[in-house]
Every structure is written in structure tokens, then in C-alpha cells.
């Protein structure tokens, strides 16, 4: 196994930065220290835009200054000095400190930007020569027919070859709709490698290639006068107004940004009212040139619109300049947009046979696991079997921006609960692609009046009317939950703008619990810089007795399993073994025993202290030669006053960890609660953790 790669593009603009994406994400899901290096960067940013979105997305501890060696002015000055031979010391070099200190480095090509794409060519192969790195190289697939694509491919696994390079792997990117996928067959056939190709083609997306109102802002540096919470919308293309407004209005079509002069009011707010028209398509914003911003009373209007529906922004420049300049402009994978990152990500997933590529990549697993791979992981478990998992929360922004991503990356099958007009109108607001999602609008649906019945039935003899049955299917909450109940959804998630006594309520009243188990309790995962621990019950029962600490002991263990987390559980306290008295820890050895009653054969001990359960060298002190203490990987806590604080004091002072959670356990079927709180990466975990537990439901 190689401790390396360097990913090289053959010409610019070929998507290469995607490929890092991609590559990074599956290295740090089977390695626990991977760092990037780009030995020579860009001159035209102040910090390289692809080490800056690497470090940022993924978290990685490294200092900005170590991921390269040189800018690209400078390497070129070097070699027209006659200095290549320091330049290559000092690259390998800096590649050698990083190797030495990383479990593998990801190293990245340039970008092809400078005009010299032969010079450049020539100092990638100089330089991957000198690192020994294996190559998967980049070519650009757009607006090439097959035959170019094929031509192209071998010349470039040809040229790398007969410097001594290997080509382990290729991607075409960015291929047309007309150039079949099977093209990498005959590319296979035709390529002479030392050892088997790999080789991958990926489709263009316009989604990826496109700038959005962000990009354009960073690209004109622009003022934004309006809308800034709307930067994430895609430039489909650039039009200039400069007719009258019945004529400009022919003009718009889906994602127009539109270029006219400070001065025109009646482009700025024909151009607002567009975005309100059912009758015409959603332009992506609009650039006010030569400095001049709108007048006070559309000023006035304007700022007194509810919720401007796009970005204005201001520019210095006139007209032609900026139409001029706007046609440079090109979309970039930037940290700060996650449903970009999520489309790369899928589209990555989508047609690179990743388990072929990790094989040849990484040749054992990490024992470890950090967050990310945890994270990771469980995107995958879940994309194995899609499971149908409803959001009734339709009209929260970070809910569809959860879905955008969810959908993307194929995790699960969305259903998103709303008014269908009002929840597209805001994914385009805010920039949203909801894909395959479905919008399902309660009180319009087909199934509204048998889930009335059905609930009518399971609740009259607590006094319920019929008429209130009805009132309760029209909450959303209450209409997702009965569409788990009914087979209808395999999961639901919900939290992020109720209380958890609104979202787990309806679960509660005819879910019910699964057969053998009393009671709903919760866990979380537990993600810390080299282990996933299971902590139970942090968020749902205030004081369980002996019995219901028993039960949560099992129902954690089975929970741990459906996660691929080997139980080994501790059953805490302040006491370890029989070194400690009094009522407390009387409650846990009485739940230890009635725990092992139910399962003999699962790993569990108790009473320990946290420090016994967790640490091998006190457990070796305190319980010498147990299976369980030293090793716990499930922690049962005697209440929730300990477990909820401990759990907190953990994520907040232990570097790197990370709460999933709560995970609901004992339900007949899963249903999920989140913080209001919560982000957008805890929606897209928890939906993840939904799917998984859906999947592991008995047929």
C-alpha cells in the first residue's frame, strides 16, 4: 500500500477539485490521519481555494502554510533560474515532514491556469517522480465526443508512462449526456499498465459548474444591498437589461442573473416581482452597476418587502465592463456551500466504485475511528437500502436544506410534509434542490381520512371524539408519525423547530413499544478522536428503577449492534465492584443483575466508575482481569441528571468529539428527535441513523 497520491489534471477547468473532494472524503473514512499537499498553488488567491475548501470541510488540524511549497510565479522563476533540483528538494522535503507525521497524504496537482499548460504538464511529472506517488489522473470530458475522450485518456496515461509514472487510476470528468459511461471499457482495453487501470467517468453537473450569487459577490467584490441570506442561488447565466420592461421580461428565464445600471428602478422592481410570479421563471438575483443604488422611496419599498426574494448587489464598474468581467466567472466548491459539496460528494459516489478504489488505496482498515469515518459509515449503511423517512417539518429552512443534501448523496428517500407550493417557493428562496423528494400536503392527502379512522379507533376509549382525531391528523407531526405506523414512511424525524415532547408525543400513543420492551429510552453516539461510544439514557427517563436501568442496559447493547459497535457495557456508578455502599449503588447492582438474567451471553458489568469502565490501566487496578472494565464501549448511566451532564461535559472539553443523538430505542418502529437547536450535518445524521434502524426492523 501506498502512504500517497497525487491527483493530476491534464488541462484546466476539468472538475479536479470534486475528485479531491471525493477521494478525501472515502481516505478519511478508512484512515485516521490523512493531511492534503498541493506543492505548487495558484498565484491568483491569497489562500489556494482547493487546500482552503480540504481543510475547512473536513476539519483537519494542519497549519495552512505546511499543505504547500511554492506558488506557481515562483516555481516558474525557479526553473527559468536553472534551479529545478531545489525546487524539487524543497517540495520533497516538505512532502517527507508530512509523511513521516500522516497516515497518508492526498496530493493535488496544479490547476492549469497559468497559460503554459506544457510547462506545466512537465513540472507535475517532474515533481510526482520525485515523491513516487501512484497518479489518478483528470481529464476533462466536456463538449468531447467519445472518440476525443477515448484519444485523449490513452495519450495522457501514455505520456505519463513513458516518463515512469504509474497511472493507477482515471476519471473522466464532466462527460456529456451523449458520451456513454462504457467509454472506460475501451479505455481499459486499451491502456499498457503496469498494473490493472482503474478507470471511472462522471457525468457533467451543471449544478457544480455553475457560480452562484456567492461566487459572483468574492468575483465583482460587491456590496449586497439585499438578500443575504440568499447568496446560495446558481447563476445560470448573465443578461444585461437594457430595454424596456415588457420587452426585458422576455428575456428571463431560470436562474438569470440580471445586469443593469443603479438608476433602473423599473428593472429592479419588475425584476423583485418576477420572482413572486408563478408566470415566470426564478432569476437568481441582480447586479446594480456604475455605483449607484436605488433611490430612497425604492429603497423604502423595498426594505419593507417581507423577505426580499433575491440578492441585490452593487457594483463600481459600468455596465459592459461588468457584463465583461461576469463572462470569466466560474463556479467553485466552496466550504461555506454545503449542498455543492453534497452534489460533488454524490455524483462522486454515484460512479466511482469506491470499495474498487479504497481496496487500492488502502490496503487494512483503521482500527480507530475518528467522527468523520463514524459519519461517513453511516451514510453509507443507509444508501444501501433507501429507506422512505418523512419530515413533517416542511417549512423549516435548515430541514429542506438537509434534504437537499440527503437526496443528493442518496441517503434516503425523503417525503417532506407542507403546503407542495409554499415548500418549493422556499427551496427557491433559499437556494434549494429537493430532487426526488416528495411534498405531501396533510389535509390534501389521499390517505388523510383513513389515518382519522385509524386513529379514532386506537384512541376513543380515552375519550376521543372523532372530530378530534381530525384535528390531531392535521398537526404534521402527528400525520408523519401515522404514516410510519401505517407502512406508508419507514421513519420519522422531527425537533428542529418543536419540542421533544411534541415529536415523540404521537409515537408514544400508538407506535408503542416493541415486544419485550416497558418503556422508550435513548442514546448517543458518541464520537470521539479515536473511538464511537454508546452513552444511555442521556435524554428521556429522569430516574429509571432497577427494572428500567436493566432495559436500557439491553435495548443500548442492541442499539450498539444495529451500529456496528461491539457492546461491551458498563453499568456506572460511584462505586466500583463492591468497593462502595449505600441506596445508589444498590439500584445498580440490582439492574446488573437483572440485566445479565435477560441477556447472559452479552458483555456487561457493574458497578464501575467511569474511569474503570473507560481507562485500562485504572481498570487493571480496580478489576483486574474483567472482560468489560477498561474496554466499555456502552455506558449506562443511573439517571439523567448524570448522563445528560456527563454527555455534555464530554462534547464540550474532550477535542474532537461529537454527540449524535438522541437516538430513540424501544419504539416498534424508529422515530427521532432532534434539538431545535440543531444543525444542518445533525439532521442529515440523525436522518442517516433513521434509515439504519428502519433497515435493521424485522421483514
Not at 48 to 67: A, M, S
Not at 265 to 285: E, H, K, Q, W
Not at 459 to 481: E, G, I, N, V, W
Not at 574 to 594: L, M, P, R
Request: aromatic share 6%; glycine share 8%.
Amino acid at each position: 500500500m501506498s502512504k500517497s497520491l497525487y491527483i493530476s489534471a491534464t488541462e484546466a477547468r476539468s472538475g479536479k477539485s470534486a475528485i479531491v473532494l471525493g477521494v478525501m472524503q472515502l481516505l478519511l473514512a478508512h484512515i485516521r490521519k490523512v493531511v492534503i499537499f498541493r506543492p505548487i498553488i495558484s498565484d491568483t488567491e491569497e489562500n489556494d481555494h482547493d487546500i482552503n475548501l480540504i481543510r475547512k470541510h473536513f476539519k483537519l488540524p494542519v497549519p495552512y502554510e505546511r499543505t504547500y511549497a511554492y506558488k506557481l510565479g515562483e516555481a516558474k522563476r525557479m526553473l527559468h533560474e536553472g534551479k529545478q533540483a531545489l525546487l524539487l528538494e524543497t517540495i520533497l522535503n516538505k512532502f517527507k515532514e508530512l509523511e513521516a507525521e500522516y497516515d497518508f497524504v492526498l496530493c493535488e496537482g496544479t490547476d492549469y491556469l497559468g497559460g503554459e499548460a506544457a510547462l506545466e504538464f512537465e513540472m507535475n511529472a517532474a515533481i510526482i517522480s520525485n515523491l513516487g506517488c501512484p497518479v489518478l489522473a483528470v481529464v476533462n470530458g466536456l463538449r468531447k465526443n467519445a472518440d476525443e475522450i477515448r484519444a485523449s485518456t490513452l495519450s495522457t496515461i501514455e505520456t505519463f508512462g513513458e516518463k515512469g509514472l504509474e497511472v493507477m487510476a482515471v476519471i473522466i470528468n464532466r462527460i456529456g449526456s451523449d458520451v456513454p459511461l462504457s467509454v472506460t471499457e475501451e479505455i481499459i482495453e486499451g491502456a499498457r499498465t503496469k498494473h490493472p487501470l482503474l478507470a471511472y467517468a462522471i457525468p457533467d453537473e451543471k449544478s457544480l459548474g455553475n457560480p452562484t450569487i456567492n461566487d459572483v459577490v468574492k468575483w465583482l467584490d460587491a456590496r449586497v444591498l439585499y438578500g443575504h441570506g440568499r447568496l446560495d442561488s446558481q447563476v445560470e447565466e448573465i443578461l444585461v437589461a437594457a430595454m424596456h420592461i415588457s420587452n426585458y421580461l422576455e428575456y428571463l428565464s431560470e436562474g438569470s442573473l440580471i445586469v443593469s445600471p443603479g438608476d433602473r428602478s423599473d428593472i429592479i422592481l419588475a425584476s423583485l416581482a418576477s420572482r413572486l410570479s408563478a408566470s415566470y421563471p426564478d432569476i437568481s438575483g441582480i447586479v446594480l452597476t456604475g455605483g449607484i443604488q436605488p433611490s430612497v422611496n425604492v429603497h423604502r419599498l423595498i426594505e419593507g418587502w417581507t423577505g426580499v426574494p433575491i440578492p441585490v448587489l452593487s457594483v463600481s464598474g459600468h455596465t459592459y465592463k461588468v457584463a465583461q468581467t461576469l463572462n470569466g466567472l466560474h463556479g467553485t466548491i466552496d466550504p461555506e456551500n454545503p449542498m455543492k459539496i453534497a452534489s460533488a460528494l454524490g455524483l462522486f459516489e454515484s460512479y466511482v466504485n469506491t470499495d474498487e478504489l479504497r481496496t487500492r488505496l488502502v490496503e487494512s482498515k483503521s482500527q480507530r475511528i475518528t467522527p468523520l469515518m463514524f459519519e461517513y459509515t453511516l451514510i453509507e449503511k443507509a444508501k444501501v437500502k433507501r429507506q422512505r423517512i418523512v419530515l413533517p417539518e416542511g417549512s423549516s429552512e435548515r430541514i429542506l436544506q438537509a434534504a437537499d443534501i440527503l437526496t443528493r448523496r442518496g441517503v434516503a428517500r425523503i417525503i417532506l410534509l407542507g403546503d407542495p407550493a409554499v415548500v418549493r417557493k422556499l427551496a427557491a428562496d433559499i437556494g434549494v434542490n429537493l430532487g426526488d423528494a416528495v411534498i405531501i400536503d396533510p389535509a390534501e392527502s389521499e390517505h388523510f381520512e383513513d389515518y382519522v379512522d385509524t386513529y379514532f379507533e386506537l384512541r376513543k376509549h380515552k375519550c376521543l371524539s372523532r372530530d378530534m382525531a381530525q384535528d390531531r391528523m392535521s398537526d404534521p407531526t402527528y400525520f408523519a408519525t401515522m404514516m410510519v405506523h401505517k407502512g406508508h414512511a419507514d421513519g420519522m424525524v422531527s425537533g428542529s423547530v418543536t419540542t421533544t415532547a411534541q415529536t415523540i408525543r404521537p409515537a408514544f400513543e400508538f407506535i408503542k413499544t416493541k415486544p419485550g420492551a416497558s418503556q422508550v429510552s435513548s442514546v448517543f453516539l458518541m464520537c470521539q478522536n479515536d473511538r464511537v461510544l454508546v452513552y444511555g439514557d442521556c435524554a428521556v427517563i429522569p430516574n429509571p428503577d432497577e427494572k428500567e436501568l436493566a432495559e436500557i442496559a439491553i435495548n443500548s447493547a442492541h442499539t450498539a449492534r444495529v451500529f456496528g459497535i461491539d457492546p461491551k457495557v458498563a453499568m456506572l456508578s460511584y462505586s466500583t465492584g463492591d468497593s462502595g455502599t449505600g441506596e445508589d449503588v444498590q439500584k445498580v447492582i440490582e439492574a446488573t443483575a437483572i440485566a445479565k438474567e435477560m441477556e447472559p451471553d452479552l458483555a456487561l458489568e457493574g458497578p464501575l466508575q467511569y474511569d474503570a469502565a473507560i481507562d485500562p490501566e485504572v481498570a487493571k487496578t480496580k478489576m483486574p482481569g474483567n472482560p468489560v472494565a477498561g474496554k466499555a464501549t456502552v455506558f449506562i448511566f443511573p439517571d439523567l441528571n448524570t448522563g445528560n451532564n456527563t454527555y455534555k461535559a464530554v462534547q464540550r472539553s474532550v477535542p474532537g468529539s461529537m454527540a449524535i443523538g438522541p437516538v430513540l430505542q424501544g419504539l416498534n418502529k424508529p422515530v427521532n428527535d432532534l434539538s431545535r437547536g440543531c444543525t444542518v450535518r445533525d439532521i442529515v445524521n440523525t436522518v442517516a441513523i433513521t434509515a439504519i434502524q428502519a433497515q435493521a426492523q424485522p421483514e
